[in-house]
């Protein structure tokens, strides 16, 4: 099972709704993401956040606004979506953010959850 | 750039049967890690196996082991004793250790469908 856990499993919303995606994990993991996945494609990264502080925005449009009340939690808010918007959200987490050594593989590893599929109407 | 190249749309496996998935990468920085993952039609992304580039064996994690090449940029992944659950789109991906290797570069994925 996975450790990363991510609510809801299917959100629907509609284009002026504000809505929150949510990802929680108890790994002690010092790094969290945010990937975007449309159908038959593989995962695009939008956020990391390593340490609690964002360190990566991958140019996301505004309506996605990320946010990491503690080391645990990392939140993906919604706002005035698109239906192009629609698709898989992936969180993840890694024990060490950028900067981490790859010579070995502990700490490099990053870890997803199941995965919010989101709907806009 | 980092490229990750699966050549393998799809590929069909008898249960019981070992099977190989293909994978190809593109770096110039010799410090680098490949990863394998696992995505069922539910939609989570299931990590299975790590290859650094400075490790010397290559890895394996019960069924599952990596094939890697370093002189030819190969890292394919071998299922041994395939099973129905098996059957899922599975992704070859690596992070370089170019600037904030921060980065997972994925390839485009294989469908494996496993046949009873």
């Known amino acids: 099972d996975t450790e990363v856990t991510q609510t809801p499993k299917h959100l629907v919303m509609g284009m002026t709704n504000k809505k929150s995606l949510k990802c929680e994990q108890h790994m002690g993991h010092r790094a969290m993401y945010w990937y975007k996945q449309k159908a038959k494609k593989p995962p695009e990264l939008m956020f990391v956040y390593s340490y609690e502080k964002l360190s990566i925005n991958e140019s996301v449009p505004s309506r996605f606004s990320p946010e990491c009340p503690n080391s645990s939690l990392l939140n993906l808010h919604l706002h005035a979506l698109q239906p192009e918007d629609s698709a898989l959200y992936l969180c993840a987490s890694s024990p060490r953010g950028p900067g981490t050594s790859l010579r070995t593989s502990s700490g490099n590893t990053i870890y997803f959850g199941e995965g919010s599929w989101l709907t806009v109407v | ?116």
């Open chain 2, 1 to 116: 750039a980092q490229k990750i190249t699966q050549t393998q749309p799809g590929m069909f496996v008898q249960e019981k049967e070992a099977v190989t998935l293909d994978c190809t990468y593109d770096t110039s920085d010799p410090s680098y890690g490949l990863f394998w993952y696992k995505q069922p039609s539910s939609g989570e992304m299931i990590f299975l196996i790590y290859q650094g580039s400075y490790d010397q064996q290559n890895a394996t994690e019960g069924r599952y082991s990596l094939n890697f090449q370093k002189a030819r940029k190969s890292a394919n992944l071998v299922i041994s004793a395939s099973q129905l659950g098996d059957s899922a789109m599975y992704f070859c991906a690596m992070r370089d250790g170019r600037g904030s290797n921060y980065k997972l570069t994925f390839g485009k994925g294989t469908l494996l469908t496993v046949n009873p």
